[in-house]
């Protein structure tokens, strides 16, 4: 089956700035969605979750955008800090099935 | 206090050799998993239990065994090991049967030498 998300992509950007990490998913029939932060040596961490009834959720400095009709997901990460440097995915559930994680894009903060 | 811990946190061994890998989450989830990543970090999802019954068995060879004595536990033990088994394994537990948000264990860094 195809995947979210194939490839490990690195995003650099200056500390204060705003980040944009991006997601295309496959499965027009998902209904629910992840971000997930993994930093160096530690397992994924929830962020954020928004499902397809939603186009848009907010949190603490991060808001995730979804665009299903180009099956795109997007994390917003605002004033990025250096320890929001880590490797995010994304995750995408067809209802009834499990989670499909992304291959994650790295992200680097530079002071 | 730690939801998800998963031990050891290092193992280093020969190939051919025998080992297991405990996970236990004291969230009171009903399903856990175990995933493999890769050098690439790629997450694959290797097995699911619910209640300590399997629901989810990918393509793994059958050197991988889990184990899991009550929903609370899932460990994995793997025979014969190979070079090629050697990644980060990561234990996660969830409410629910499947895809609902996963709590991640901080993972088991496996080496074969």
């Known amino acids: 089956g195809e995947s979210v998300g194939l490839h490990l992509p690195t995003l650099s950007v200056q500390e204060g700035d705003n980040s944009i990490i991006n997601c295309a998913y496959s499965?027009?029939?998902?209904?629910?969605f992840i971000w997930y932060k993994q930093e160096s040596g530690k397992g994924p961490q929830f962020i954020i979750d928004?499902?397809?009834?939603?186009d848009k959720r907010q949190g603490q400095r991060v808001t995730v955008l979804l665009n299903k009709t180009v099956k795109h997901l997007s994390l917003q990460i605002a004033a990025t800090q250096p320890g929001d440097s880590a490797v995010y995915f994304c995750?995408?559930?067809?209802?009834?099935?499990?989670?499909?994680f992304g291959g994650g894009t790295r992200l680097m903060v530079k002071p | 206090d730690t939801a998800v811990s998963q031990t050891p946190k290092y193992l280093v061994t020969q190939m051919g050799n025998d080992k297991s890998i405990k996970c236990e989450q004291n969230?009171?989830?009903?399903?856990m998993y175990w995933y493999k990543q890769d050098s690439k970090k790629f997450l694959k999802i290797m097995f699911s239990?619910?209640?300590?019954?399997?629901?989810i068995n990918e393509t793994v060879p059958n050197r991988f065994s889990p184990k899991s004595p009550d929903k609370a536990h899932l460990n994995l033990h793997i025979n014969s090991l190979e070079l090629g088994d050697s990644a980060v394994y990561f234990c996660?537990?969830?409410?629910?049967?499947?895809?609902?948000?996963?709590?991640f264990g901080a993972g088991t860094r496996l080496s074969v030498l």
């Open positions: 239990y619910n209640n300590k019954e399997l629901i």
């Open positions: 995750a995408e559930r067809q209802a009834g099935n499990m989670l499909t």
């Open positions: 499965n027009s029939a998902s209904d629910y």
């Open positions: 969230l009171g989830h009903d399903t």
């Open positions: 996660a537990s969830s409410q629910g049967v499947t895809g609902e948000r996963e709590y």
């Open positions: 928004i499902r397809s009834n939603m």
